[in-house]
Nanobody, 124 residues
């Protein structure tokens, strides 16, 4: 079992920055690929970014490429999502997820464990 706890969400003006954190506990975090997804009101959950077990491979949705950066710290059992140049359309609940495989995926059903989510609101 893996427990995931997100933090770092909040209210920010358009053009601002936030860094989300996802602390993992339980089974071997370092063997798992990690991902971030988001869900806006009335919309389906969508892929944002993923990182492989080694941290060497990353994957981004086109909508966030160049603005968001995913990283991980094995020592801290934490994955991060640095977000810059935020836009109102980035407003959503952001979820951290872990998959029991080492490689990245943008398919939410590939992820077995999920955090409770953290709200990001970008005002115009």
């Amino acid at each position: 079992q893996v427990q995931l706890v997100e933090s770092g969400g909040g209210l920010v003006q358009a053009g601002g920055s936030l860094r989300l954190s996802c602390a993992a506990s339980g089974r071997t975090f370092s063997n798992y690929a990690m991902g971030w997804f988001r869900q806006a009101p009335g919309k389906e959950r969508e892929f944002v970014s993923a990182i492989s077990w080694s941290g060497l491979s990353t994957y981004y949705a086109d909508s966030v490429k160049g603005r968001f950066t995913i990283s991980r710290s094995t020592a801290k059992n934490t994955v991060y999502l640095q977000m810059i140049s935020l836009k109102p359309e980035d407003t959503a609940v952001y979820y951290c997820a872990a998959r029991t495989a080492p490689f990245v995926s943008n398919v939410y059903t590939d992820y077995a464990y999920w955090g409770q989510g953290t709200q990001v609101t970008v005002s115009s």
